[in-house]
């Protein structure tokens, strides 16, 4: 059974950078998949960031591009996300997810972090 | 970006019931690259239905999906109460004639809940 968990710090200072990391049990980061990150701010929609596929390739969101970085580290079966120069608006739950057939059918439980000095 | 218009904002339905859920695009996109998840509070999405119509893992046969032109639909043949949570559609694609690559939108959520 896959299962994903996030982690990270909780409260980043605006201009800061995010940092989380999703580990990953019961499959392998180097299986044929993508690897996603998707956000949900407080009451309101999801909002897809970027992926990775296990060669290592990426692809973003086109207006979180410039800010984001999402890489794998094979050592320890983690995806990470680093998001830069954050505001308030980056406040959100923030998950990692497994896709396939363009879904994403494997969700970890959700990160709340919270910008704020 | 394709923008997803998701109709009703919110649907009141009682237990038993069926429900319909819409999603249109903005423009003409494939189906195989449209899914549908489920939301309850406090938890992650579930995936319900990919490619339009094929059920995932696990999920009951009374939710069904189906497509006409650039509307997709959401059915639940007959409501049960774990079903009240909110719906989202998700699509992965390319406006025409834009040069950043496909990406993943997902439409603004219909709320069902109970009447």
């Known amino acids: 059974q896959v299962q994903l968990q996030e982690s990270g710090p909780g409260l980043v200072k605006p201009s800061g950078t995010l940092s989380l990391t999703c580990s990953v049990s019961?499959?392998?980061?180097?299986?044929?998949?993508?690897w996603s990150w998707v956000r949900q701010p407080p009451g309101k929609g999801l909002e897809w960031i970027g992926e990775?596929?296990?060669?290592?390739?990426?692809n973003y969101n086109p207006s979180l591009e410039s800010r984001v970085t999402i890489a794998l580290d094979k050592s320890k079966n983690q995806v990470s996300l680093n998001l830069r120069s954050v505001t308030a608006a980056d406040t959100a739950v923030y998950y990692c997810?497994?896709?396939?057939?363009?879904?994403?059918?494997?969700w970890g439980q959700g990160d709340l972090v919270t910008v704020s000095s | 970006e394709i923008v997803l218009t998701q109709s009703p904002g919110t649907l009141s339905l009682s237990p038993g019931e069926r429900a319909t859920l819409s999603c249109r695009a903005s423009?003409?996109?494939?189906?195989?690259?449209l899914a549908w998840y489920q939301q309850r509070p406090g938890q992650a999405p579930r995936l319900l239905i990919y490619?339009?119509?094929s059920r995932a893992t696990g999920i009951p046969d009374r939710f069904s999906g189906s497509v006409s032109g650039t509307d997709f639909n959401l059915t639940i043949s007959r409501l049960e109460p774990e079903d009240f949570a909110v719906y989202y559609c998700?699509?992965?694609?390319?406006?025409?004639?834009?040069?950043?690559?496909?990406?993943?939108?997902f439409g603004q959520g219909t709320k069902l809940e109970i009447k």
């Open positions: 990775v596929f296990h060669t290592g390739r990426t």
């Open positions: 490619g339009a119509s």
């Open positions: 998700q699509l992965y694609g390319q406006q025409y004639g834009s040069s950043p690559p496909p990406m993943y939108t």
């Open positions: 997810a497994r896709g396939a057939n363009y879904a994403w059918g494997t």
């Open positions: 423009q003409s996109v494939s189906s195989i690259y």
């Open positions: 019961g499959a392998s980061i180097s299986s044929d998949y993508w």
